[in-house]
Nanobody, 123 residues
Framework: QVQLVETGGGLVQTGGSLRLSCAAS????????VAWFRQAPGKEREFVAM????????RYAESAKGRFTIARNNAENTASLQMSSLKPEDTAVYYC????????????????WGQGTQVTVSS
């Protein structure tokens, strides 16, 4: 069992940066891949980025490539999402997820979720 808590959301202007953090408690965090998803009002939860548990390989949504960077620190049981060049369309609640059992870009395959942190990008 893993509990996840996201922090770091807030209000930022277009072109600004934010760093989201995901703190994990419980066992086996280092054995799980970790992902970030986001959900805007009236829209489905969508994949943003993922980092493997073993080789730290990463995957990004097209909308995140070149602007967002996912990282993890297994010694501290944390993961992060560094976001830059933010756009109004990045406005959403961002969720950290751990332990996938299928295709990484599908929310339904991730077993553990945080409560989310709001990111608002003003134009």
């Amino acid at each position: 069992q893993v509990q996840l808590v996201e922090t770091g959301g807030g209000l930022v202007q277009t072109g600004g940066s934010l760093r989201l953090s995901c703190a994990a408690s419980g066992t086996r965090f280092s054995d799980y891949s970790v992902a970030w998803f986001r959900q805007a009002p009236g829209k489905e939860r969508e994949f943003v980025a993922m980092i493997n548990w073993n080789d730290f390989g990463t995957r990004y949504a097209e909308s995140a490539k070149g602007r967002f960077t996912i990282a993890r620190n297994n010694a501290e049981n944390t993961a992060s999402l560094q976001m830059s060049s933010l756009k109004p369309e990045d406005t959403a609640v961002y969720y950290c997820a751990a332990y996938s059992t299928g295709r990484y870009d599908r929310a339904s395959v991730w077993n553990y979720w945080g409560q989310g942190t709001q990111v608002t990008v003003s134009s």
